[in-house]
C-alpha cells in the first residue's frame, strides 16, 4: 500500500547508493571468507541465517531489548487515537502500538516492512509531551515505516554484525584451537583483517544514512501533520530531557540507536558526529525552521519548549 507520505527522492538516492556500495562491499567479503576459509557452505549457511533471523526478528529483538510490551486501546486509549489519527492521514497500515516502562523519554518504530510494524513509546515521553508534541513524534515514527527505513538499516546493518560475529568466530571456534602452524596464523590474521576492514566501512556508510533519514523523518512528519514547531519543540524537550537521565539506564538503548527519535546518548560534538546515528540538534531544528515559514506556521519552531 502506498502511503500519503511524500515520497523523498533524496532519500531514495542515498538509500540506493548506499545499499549499492554495501552490497559491494558484502560480495567482496563473503568471496573472501570463502577463500580464507576454504569452506563456502558454511559461510553461505552463516549469512543466510543470521540476514534472515535479522530480518524476521528485529521487532522482537528490540522490544526485548527496551521492556517493551504490545498495549490495547482499552489501556491507552489517547495514544492508539492519535496513531490512528495519523495512519487515517497517511493512508498506512496502523503498526502494534507498544510502550515500554522507562523514564528515558524517547518513542523508536521497529519491524521488517509497513504490515508487520511496532511503535514503541516510553512512558516517560508519554508524561513529559503535550499532545501536539506527541504527535509530532509519533508521525516522525511513522515516516520511519512507510519510507520502509526500518527494514532498510537492518538488512544494511546485517554486513556489519557479520563482520563482528567472523571476528568473534576467529577466536573462539574450534577451527583454530590447537592449531599454531603458519597456514593458521595466515588465516586467522586475515579474517581479523578483512572483518575489522568491512566493519569499519559498513560501520560509516550505515551511519551517513540513518542521518539522512531521520531528516527526511522530520520533514515528513512536519508535512503531514502541518506543525513543524512541535516537533521542534518536542526535539529541544527530548534532547534536553535526556541529558539528566542516569548513564545506567540509557546504556539499556545504545544499541538500538537508530531507532530511536533522539539518540539514546545525547549529541555527539566535533568530529565524532561522524558516528552518530542521528544530525545534530541544531540542524534538525534550523531544517523545521525553514519549513515552518514554508507552512506559514505562527510559531517558530524550538521556542514553546
Same mark, same amino acid.
Request: aromatic share 8%; net charge positive.
Given at each position: 500500500?502506498?502511503?500519503? @507520505?511524500?515520497?523523498?527522492?533524496?532519500?531514495?538516492?542515498?538509500?540506493?547508493?548506499?545499499?549499492?556500495?554495501?552490497?559491494?562491499?558484502?560480495?567482496?567479503?563473503?568471496?573472501?571468507?570463502?577463500?580464507?576459509?576454504?569452506?563456502?557452505?558454511?559461510?553461505?549457511?552463516?549469512?543466510?541465517?543470521?540476514?534472515?533471523?535479522?530480518?524476521?526478528?528485529?521487532?522482537?529483538?528490540?522490544?526485548?531489548?527496551? =521492556?517493551?510490551?504490545?498495549?490495547?486501546?482499552?489501556?491507552?486509549?489517547?495514544? =492508539?487515537?492519535?496513531?490512528?489519527?495519523?495512519?487515517?492521514?497517511?493512508?498506512?497500515?496502523?503498526?502494534?502500538?507498544?510502550?515500554?516502562?522507562?523514564?528515558?523519554? $524517547?518513542?523508536?518504530?521497529?519491524?521488517?516492512?509497513?504490515? =508487520?510494524?511496532?511503535?514503541?513509546?516510553?512512558?516517560?515521553?508519554?508524561?513529559?509531551?503535550?499532545?501536539?508534541?506527541?504527535?509530532?513524534? !509519533?508521525?516522525?515514527?511513522?515516516? =520511519?515505516?512507510?519510507?520502509?527505513?526500518?527494514?532498510?538499516?537492518?538488512?544494511?546493518?546485517?554486513?556489519?554484525?557479520?563482520?563482528?560475529?567472523?571476528?568473534?568466530?576467529?577466536?573462539?571456534?574450534?577451527?583454530?584451537?590447537?592449531?599454531?602452524?603458519? $597456514?593458521? !596464523?595466515?588465516? @586467522?590474521?586475515?579474517?581479523?583483517?578483512?572483518?575489522?576492514?568491512?566493519?569499519?566501512?559498513?560501520?560509516?556508510?550505515?551511519?551517513?544514512?540513518?542521518?539522512?533519514?531521520?531528516?527526511?523523518?522530520?520533514?515528513?512528519?512536519?508535512?503531514?501533520?502541518?506543525?513543524?514547531?512541535?516537533?521542534?519543540?518536542?526535539?529541544?524537550?527530548?534532547?534536553?530531557?535526556?541529558?539528566?537521565?542516569?548513564?545506567?539506564?540509557?546504556?539499556?538503548?545504545?544499541? @538500538? $540507536?537508530? @531507532?530511536?527519535?533522539?539518540?539514546?546518548?545525547?549529541?555527539?560534538?566535533?568530529?565524532?558526529?561522524?558516528?552518530?546515528?542521528?544530525?545534530?540538534?541544531?540542524?534538525?531544528?534550523?531544517? !523545521?525552521?525553514?519549513?515552518?515559514?514554508?507552512?506559514?506556521?505562527?510559531?517558530?519552531?524550538?521556542?514553546?519548549?
Amino acid at each position: 500500500m502506498q502511503s500519503r @507520505f511524500r515520497s523523498d527522492r533524496r532519500l531514495t538516492a542515498r538509500m540506493g547508493v548506499t545499499l549499492f556500495l554495501l552490497g559491494l562491499l558484502y560480495v567482496a567479503f563473503v568471496a573472501a571468507l570463502i577463500v580464507l576459509l576454504k569452506s563456502w557452505i558454511l559461510v553461505v549457511v552463516l549469512a543466510a541465517g543470521l540476514l534472515l533471523a535479522q530480518y524476521w526478528f528485529s521487532d522482537r529483538v528490540a522490544l526485548y531489548a527496551m =521492556h517493551g510490551r504490545v498495549v490495547e486501546r482499552e489501556e491507552y486509549p489517547e495514544l =492508539h487515537g492519535v496513531v490512528d489519527r495519523l495512519c487515517a492521514q497517511a493512508d498506512m497500515p496502523k503498526p502494534v502500538v507498544a510502550v515500554s516502562n522507562m523514564d528515558m523519554p $524517547n518513542a523508536f518504530a521497529t519491524g521488517r516492512n509497513p504490515d =508487520h510494524a511496532v511503535l514503541c513509546v516510553t512512558t516517560g515521553l508519554l508524561r513529559r509531551l503535550e499532545p501536539g508534541e506527541l504527535e509530532g513524534v !509519533l508521525a516522525h515514527e511513522l515516516s =520511519h515505516v512507510a519510507h520502509k527505513d526500518v527494514a532498510v538499516i537492518t538488512v544494511a546493518s546485517f554486513l556489519g554484525v557479520l563482520a563482528g560475529l567472523m571476528v568473534r568466530f576467529a577466536f573462539y571456534s574450534q577451527l583454530f584451537r590447537g592449531r599454531k602452524d603458519q $597456514n593458521t !596464523l595466515v588465516i @586467522f590474521a586475515g579474517v581479523m583483517g578483512v572483518s575489522a576492514v568491512v566493519y569499519a566501512l559498513s560501520f560509516l556508510l550505515i551511519r551517513a544514512l540513518s542521518r539522512y533519514r531521520e531528516l527526511a523523518a522530520d520533514r515528513a512528519a512536519a508535512q503531514l501533520t502541518g506543525r513543524p514547531s512541535e516537533l521542534a519543540s518536542a526535539l529541544t524537550k527530548v534532547t534536553g530531557e535526556i541529558a539528566r537521565i542516569p548513564t545506567k539506564d540509557l546504556r539499556t538503548a545504545q544499541a @538500538f $540507536n537508530a @531507532f530511536f527519535f533522539t539518540p539514546a546518548l545525547g549529541a555527539q560534538p566535533g568530529i565524532t558526529r561522524l558516528f552518530s546515528t542521528h544530525p545534530s540538534l541544531e540542524q534538525r531544528l534550523e531544517q !523545521l525552521s525553514r519549513m515552518s515559514v514554508e507552512l506559514g506556521e505562527a510559531t517558530a519552531p524550538g521556542k514553546a519548549a
